[in-house]
């Protein structure tokens, strides 16, 4: 073979192996965006969560108030059981949005730093 032949043979093969490469960071970027749109669906939901949450919390504030000025023991009794529910499923959610912001945001920060080849 002659040199030019051989560099000629050598560059294709270098550029064959160059697009394998990129086809699959197309397919990690991709992937990688469709991670980001999911993180960011679940926060939607989280912060959905927490909002009823927080209006169940002041239901049940209002009805406890209520029945403790009425002087209805058991129903206060009942009252006091379910805000100490509801209290605990938002600490829950609250604590499943943080572990999704933080998903999210390592996913942002990858999207920052340019490693996924991204700008929005």
């Known amino acids: 073979m002659q040199p ?4 000629a043979a050598g560059a294709v093969v270098v550029a064959l192996s160059c ?7 197309g397919r990690e970027i991709r992937q990688d965006r469709k991670d ?3 993180d960011r ?3 939607r939901q989280d912060n959905r ?4 949450d927080r209006r169940e919390l002041a239901g049940d504030r209002r009805e406890l108030a209520r029945h403790r000025e009425a002087g209805r023991a058991d129903e206060v009794k009942r009252d006091r059981a379910e805000l100490r529910d509801d209290q605990r499923e938002l600490r829950e959610d609250v ?4 572990a999704s912001f ?7 920060g990858k999207l920052a730093a340019g490693e996924l080849g991204v700008t929005r």
């Not at 030019?4 to 560099?7: A, D, F, Q, R």
């Not at 604590?95 to 943080?98: G, L, M, N, P, T």
């Not at 933080?102 to 942002?108: E, G, H, I, R």
């Open 49 to 52: 969560d927490i909002r009823q």
């Open 102 to 108: 933080d998903a999210t945001c390592d996913s942002k």
């Open 41 to 43: 669906r679940e926060l």
């Open 19 to 25: 697009g394998a490469a990129g086809a699959q960071n």
């Open 4 to 7: 030019l032949t051989m560099v």
């Open 95 to 98: 604590r499943d949005r943080r």
């Open 36 to 38: 980001v749109r999911q």
